[in-house]
Antibody
Framework: EVQLLESGGGLVQPGGSLRLSCGASGFSFSSYAMSWVRQAPGKGLEWVSAISNSGNSYHVDSVKGRFTISRDNSENTLYLQMNSLRAEDTAVYYC???????????????WGQGTLVTVSS | DIQVTQSPSSLSASVGDRVTISCRASQSIGSYLNWYQHKPGKAPKLLIYAASNLQSGVPSRFSGSGSGTDFTLTISSLLPEDVTTYYCQQTYSTPPTFGQGTKVEI
């Protein structure tokens, strides 16, 4: 059974940094693209970042230059380094498994339960 | 970016009703359209991929149709456990974008 477990969320001040992690099990992590998707309070889903199985990555324009997605295939772990955080980054962040290896693989066939990031002073 | 618009934003139906949710893309996206179910506090769940393909393990009362710019998710006979929010998602181009969601109530 595929399992994705996010961690690292919390309360951070505007301008601060946070690193999210997503531990994966139940599948060959190194063979699939992974993404981060967020949901702001009372809003819908928004894709944030994706990374291929080999490390190529994409980010939505609103986080480019501030967020970095990475992965450690030896540890079956996905990361999202978030810098220069803004109030509008407040959301539940989900990691999601793509159904194929390439970074542009956006069919998300498994998701974690999310971790809450709150940006507030 | 490709915009994806769902309608209605919410609906109320009875157990056993046939429910349809629409999704319209701002440009043609072929069949690059997925549907997800998202219950509060839970992981979103893929229901339909490539417009009309049922994801493994998803009940057959769920179905999808459409191509180009207009798509539909149908629940053939609504059950109480289907009460939640549904999202469409285009995967034709980066960034992949979601509709704003449709909340289904009984």
């Amino acid at each position: 059974e595929v399992q994705l477990l996010e961690s690292g969320g919390g309360l951070v001040q505007p301008g601060g940094s946070l690193r999210l992690s997503c531990g994966a099990s139940g599948f060959s992590f190194s063979s699939y693209a992974m993404s981060w998707v967020r949901q702001a309070p009372g809003k819908g889903l928004e894709w944030v970042s994706a990374i291929s199985n080999s490390g190529n990555s994409y980010h939505v324009d609103s986080v480019k230059g501030r967020f970095t997605i990475s992965r450690d295939n030896s540890e079956n772990t996905l990361y999202l380094q978030m810098n220069s955080l803004r109030a509008e980054d407040t959301a539940v962040y989900y990691c999601a498994k793509g159904s194929c290896p390439s970074a542009g693989c956006y069919r998300f066939d498994s998701w974690g339960q999310g971790t809450l990031v709150t940006v507030s002073s | 970016d490709i915009q994806v618009t769902q309608s209605p934003s919410s609906l109320s139906a009875s157990v056993g009703d046939r429910v349809t949710i629409s999704c319209r893309a701002s440009q043609s996206i072929g069949s690059y359209l997925n549907w997800y179910q998202h219950k509060p506090g839970k992981a979103p769940k893929l229901l339909i991929y490539a417009a009309s393909n049922l994801q493994s393990g998803v009940p057959s009362r769920f179905s999808g149709s459409g191509s180009g710019t207009d798509f539909t998710l149908t629940i053939s006979s609504l059950l109480p456990e289907d009460v939640t929010t549904y999202y469409c998602q285009q995967t034709y181009s980066t960034p992949p974008t979601f509709g704003q969601g449709t909340k289904v109530e009984i």
